[in-house]
């Protein structure tokens, strides 16, 4: 019988646990016991998943410790995960500010499930890595925790995570899903396990390294496409030129890739191509193009600034005092996640030029916003009508599409629109 544990229960873990809770038992663990407290509460403050969706699958006892056929159950008790078989880790690796691989997560995780292995049991990892870290670095912490033989007393496996933050449509069970094994007969079984509960079905690699490799590249050539873009972007507001438009009469031929210009941030396409970059330095080389658009994009937010104080200059706003509403401050439309965020930097940006900023974003916490980034920030996600001097969409959430941007601008100021999405507005510039 299959027993599953999830560890790590955030963005990618919490809806993949709740899925193979539909035909396993599963028990999600984390360390904060906030969260797995909220969650056997049928509570989930990222937004994931709904108050109805947790409690179909929800039991109040370890469905893994228990027997039972299938169910979920949370808790920040590692013990509780001892009588897995199956050890699915889905912990988040960041970077640290360095722009370096910060792995110290998922190692850690890695030594706490190895204390538990037993003979026959898998380890699967959904965490994004460079090509042959499972094998080569965390495969050898849990021989070590473990004292059991890699490929003979245990097993491991690659299924890297395709989850989209705040999309309802393209849900975990409708994405298909690439997974791997470290020898052929735990590859099938791996497959098969996850064949069992993706409908949009699974892709079998050869290898764990290919797996690994598939799922940073993914990012990587958004990253870089979108660099393009945003180059494209820059050069083209110095001709004059709509840069909306100019994609939109490209898009009309059949092979043209119509990438648009914005901020990149969020735990994947702003920190992925690092790792591989990593990779490729320690074996010798040294990349050109993914570090490049990597330099593009993070720059992308003091542009964005530059802009708005240059058209507030032409209109002779006054700059120094001035007051400058942002909305939005996810890191992505229409969820919660700020997780490098580039609304960071426009903050950051007006701040040098002493602009006061106010930060509205309806869907995020503030006291997870001031916890992460900066108690001084003037933000709430309740908003009240105010004049400023200027108004940037930031993040283009569809709670903004009836905002009153008249009511809330002195008469003589400026709308910049990021993504250029506002319709029949008069808007004074964008990317």
Not at 31 to 41: H, S, Y
Request: aromatic share 10%; charged share 25%; net charge positive.
């Amino acid at each position: 019988m299959k027993k599953i544990a999830v560890i790590g229960i955030g963005y990618v873990g919490l809806p993949l646990a709740r899925l193979f809770s539909t035909k396993y038992p599963v028990i999600g663990y984390d360390i904060n016991l906030k969260r797995t407290n909220e969650l056997n509460n049928c509570k989930d403050s990222l937004n994931e998943l709904s108050k109805n969706i947790i409690k179909k699958e929800l039991v109040y006892k370890n469905p893994i410790n228990n027997n039972l056929k299938k169910g979920l159950y949370f808790t920040n008790n590692l013990d509780d995960i001892k009588q897995a078989n199956i050890y699915v880790i889905t912990i988040p690796t960041p970077i640290y500010k360095n722009k370096k691989p910060d792995l110290r997560l998922l190692f850690k995780a890695t030594r706490d499930v190895g204390k538990f292995l037993n003979k026959k049991d898998i380890v699967i990892y959904e965490s994004t890595v460079y090509p042959g870290l499972t094998e080569e670095e965390c495969v050898p912490i849990l021989e070590k925790e473990s004292k059991l033989i890699f490929n003979k007393n245990f097993f491991v496996g690659y299924s890297p995570e395709r989850i989209n933050p705040g999309d309802k449509k393209r849900t975990i069970d409708k994405i298909l899903k690439i997974t791997s094994g470290s020898n052929k007969k735990i590859s099938l079984e791996i497959d098969k396990l996850y064949k069992s509960v993706i409908k949009a079905g699974t892709y079998l690699a050869p290898s764990i390294k290919i797996a690994e490799a598939a799922k940073i590249i993914e990012n990587t050539q958004r990253d870089i496409n979108i660099a393009f873009i945003n180059e494209l972007s820059k050069i083209f507001n110095l001709l004059n030129i709509n840069t909306k438009e100019v994609l939109k009469a490209s898009s009309t031929k059949w092979n043209f890739l119509n990438f648009k210009p914005g901020l990149v941030g969020g735990h994947c396409i702003g920190v992925d191509p690092y790792y591989l970059a990593k990779k490729s330095q320690d074996l010798g080389y040294n990349p050109k193009i993914i570090l490049a658009g990597r330099k593009l994009n993070d720059s992308m937010g003091e542009y964005v600034v530059s802009q708005v104080v240059k058209l507030m200059i032409k209109k002779n706003i006054k700059i120094k005092n001035s007051k400058v509403l942002i909305l939005g401050i996810a890191f992505k439309e229409n969820c919660n996640d700020i997780r490098n965020s580039k609304v960071f930097d426009i903050i950051k940006n007006f701040e040098e030029y002493d602009i006061k900023t106010t930060i509205f974003d309806p869907l995020v916490l503030p006291a997870l916003v001031k916890k992460n980034k900066n108690k001084n920030l003037n933000f709430n996600n309740i908003y009240k009508i105010n004049k400023y001097d200027a108004i940037v969409l930031a993040v283009n959430h569809i709670n903004f599409k009836n905002f009153n941007y008249k009511q809330n601008l002195k008469k003589n100021s400026v709308l910049y629109d990021v993504k250029r999405v506002l319709k029949n507005k008069n808007i004074d510039g964008g990317l």
